[in-house]
């Protein structure tokens, strides 16, 4: 039985390609179990109004899910949960650098970049000793709680994971480098409320855009040093706009809302979707 879902994050409005990634996903599941959460976890940005338009939207495209919905902003505990085993493991170390610590470090180094997961972090904070990191941490220094991804790859030897398009993958963390799995302010990340969430509903089959596939080699480390099961993967096409630029809300992609206020019908935007 396929359990999938999709799990949009309330900033904005939703546009074409998260209809076709919640489309996706529902015919995925081959009428079994599709499930829906909602990613808030970045409660500076997340709003109410947004929650209430994705149910609109979602609705309107004729799409039905199970009850209840998830909201990530009440799993901070299985969170602290899931950081205090990293914790325990001696897996996490605190980053004090800036983002353009991180730049200067990766650009002095010649480094090039790591496909979709952008520059991996070149480990400035990995070396600092004990002594040094209490002292910062007793200053109050806003810092991020990176996994040592080095000692977890020795922990747990070596994991592949399965993308119904691509084939069985070989976990691959040099894509990534050291990632960030909480920050002072934000005590989780995407890749460790995704990877916790998507154990704690059941999810046996993760879809998802394409732009996320580097993401999942994270995912499958985390699933190991947890102990969580590891679904299968299905990472589908994006769809763009006229320049071949992928559809963001960052971008102004035009809205699900103003396409249904103008008149045209869920029928209308499938047709955009990939064949």
Known sequence: MAVTRFAPSPTGLLHVGHAYSAWFSEQAAEGERFLLRIEDIDSGRSHERFVSAIYEDLEWLGLSWES?????????????????????????????CTRADIRREIKSAGAAPHGAMGQAYPGTCRSLSTTERERRLKSGAPHALRLDVEAAMKAVGEL??????????????????????????????????????????????????????????????????LDLPTPEYWHHPLITDEQGERLSKRSK???????????????DVRRRFPS
């Open 68 to 96: 209840p919905v998830m909201r990530q902003s009440e799993r901070f505990p299985a969170y602290e949960e899931a950081l205090n085993k990293l914790r325990e493991a001696e897996l996490l170390y605190p980053c004090f």
């Open 160 to 225: 592949t994971w399965h993308d119904r398009e691509r084939g069985q993958q070989q976990c691959a963390m040099d894509l990534a480098g050291d990632v960030v799995l909480a920050r002072k302010d934000v005590p989780t990340s995407y890749h460790l409320s995704v990877t916790v969430d998507d154990a704690a509903q059941g999810i046996s089959l993760v879809t998802r855009g394409l732009d996320l596939f580097e993401s999942t080699h994270v995912h499958r480390l985390l699933q190991a040093l």
């Open 253 to 267: 992609s035009v809205t699900l809302r103003a396409i249904r206020e103008s008149g045209a019908t869920p029928e």
